[in-house]
C-alpha cells in the first residue's frame, strides 16, 4: 500500500509540475501588439523616395503661404514619427486642405499644381484612414507613409518646374 501512495503522489507531482511549465510560456499581450505596431522613426528614415525640395524661388514664392509652411512643418514631424495631425479626425484633415487650395498663390495656381495638390490630398485622407484602423499591417502603414513623401515632393517639384519655366521666359513663334 506505501508503493501505491508513493505512486499516486509522484504521478500528481508530475502532473502539477507540466501544467506549470505550460502555463509559463510567453503569450502575446495588447500592449505587445501594440508596441511592434508603433512606426518608429528609423523604419520611416529606411523609406526610398525621391525628396524635391522647393528652390530659392519657389520658397520665396510660398513664403506668405500659411497652410504650406504648415504642412511643411507635419511632414518634418511625420518624417520623426509623430503620425498625430494623420491620426486626427478626418473633418481636420478635409478642413486644413480645403485652406491649402483656396490659398494657394496665384502665382503658381496652374492646373499642374492643382493636380499634384488633389493627388497629395489623397494621399493624405488614405493615410489617416490605414492609420485609423486596427487591422491595417505596419507595412501598408509605412507605404502609405511613403506615398504622402512621394505626393508632397511632387508637388514641391512642380512649383519648382512652373516658376523655373517662367524664369526662362521662351518667347513662342506666332
Keep these: 500500500m506505501c508503493y501505491k501512495h508513493l505512486f499516486?503522489?509522484?504521478?500528481?507531482?508530475?502532473?502539477?509540475?507540466?501544467?506549470?511549465?505550460?502555463?509559463?510560456?510567453?503569450?502575446?499581450?495588447?500592449a505587445n501588439k501594440n508596441s511592434s505596431k508603433e512606426i518608429s522613426k528609423q523604419?520611416?528614415?529606411?523609406?526610398?523616395?525621391?525628396?524635391f525640395l522647393l528652390s530659392s524661388d519657389a520658397s520665396n514664392a510660398v513664403i506668405d503661404w500659411q497652410k504650406y509652411q504648415e504642412l511643411n512643418t507635419q511632414m518634418g514631424y511625420l518624417k520623426s514619427a509623430d503620425l498625430s495631425f494623420f491620426k486626427s479626425e478626418i473633418t481636420l484633415i478635409t478642413t486644413f486642405i480645403n485652406d491649402f487650395k483656396a490659398e494657394i498663390p496665384k502665382t503658381i495656381?496652374?492646373?499642374?499644381?492643382?493636380?499634384?495638390?488633389?493627388?497629395?490630398?489623397?494621399?493624405?485622407?488614405?493615410?489617416?484612414?490605414?492609420?485609423?484602423?486596427?487591422?491595417?499591417?505596419?507595412?501598408?502603414?509605412?507605404?502609405?507613409?511613403?506615398?504622402v513623401f512621394i505626393a508632397f515632393s511632387n508637388l514641391n517639384l512642380q512649383i519648382n518646374k512652373k516658376l523655373e519655366f517662367e524664369a526662362n521666359n521662351i518667347l513662342k513663334p506666332e
Design 43 to 51: 523604419e520611416i528614415e529606411h523609406l526610398k523616395y525621391s525628396d
Design 109 to 147: 495656381n496652374t492646373n499642374e499644381v492643382n493636380s499634384r495638390i488633389t493627388a497629395l490630398e489623397t494621399k493624405m485622407l488614405k493615410l489617416n484612414s490605414l492609420l485609423l484602423l486596427d487591422n491595417i499591417s505596419k507595412k501598408n502603414q509605412l507605404e502609405g507613409i511613403k506615398e
Design 8 to 30: 499516486i503522489s509522484l504521478f500528481c507531482i508530475v502532473i502539477v509540475s507540466c501544467k506549470t511549465e505550460t502555463s509559463n510560456q510567453d503569450v502575446e499581450t495588447p
